[in-house]
C-alpha cells in the first residue's frame, strides 16, 4: 500500500491521510505534486509524503513520528480534549467545563442537562450564547454539548482519555 501524509510539523498533526493499492501509484504522486503546488502557492509549509507500508499497522511502526494521534490509523474518536484543541479552544476542558455549567445554570436555573437536550432549540441558543460569550466561535454545537455532558456524567472532571 502507499500512504499519502500532509503533516503540520508545528502543530504535529496530519492534515492529509490518504491510502493507495500499489497499482495507483501513479495518482498518488500526481495528488502528491497537487497537494505541494497549492501548498508553495499559498505559502503554507507543510510535509508532504508518500510511504510505502504493507499495512497501516506497519507504517505506524516505521514512522512513528507522524501518527501522534493514532485516530486516523485506529478510526478511533479522539479525546473532547483533542476535538477542543482541533477547533482552536486551547482552554484546559476543565476550565471550559466550567463556563459551561456556569452558563447552564444561569440561564436553565430549573433545567438538568437532559432536560436542555430534549429542547433543541433551547440547546443551539445555549451554544450560541457560548460562542458569543468566548472566543471559540468556531466550535460545533456537538462538541458544546458533549463537553455539557461529560461534565454531568464526571463531576470531577474528566480523564484525559475521555471519549464521547
Known sequence: MIFLIEYKR?????VTFRNY???HRREAQETRFGIELDLNLKGIKHEVVLLEAHSA???LRTHRRYFENLDLIHKKKPSLAARLRANGCFVPIDKF???LDDLHSHLYQNWSVDELLLHP???KEFCDTIRRQTSFQGLPDDLILRCLI???KNPKGPSPNLSV
Open 57 to 59: 499497522d506497519e507504517l
Open 97 to 99: 467545563q466550567d463556563e
Open 21 to 23: 493499492d500499489a497499482s
Open 121 to 123: 432549540d433551547d440547546a
Open 10 to 14: 508545528s502543530e504535529g498533526k496530519i
Open 150 to 152: 461529560s461534565r454531568r
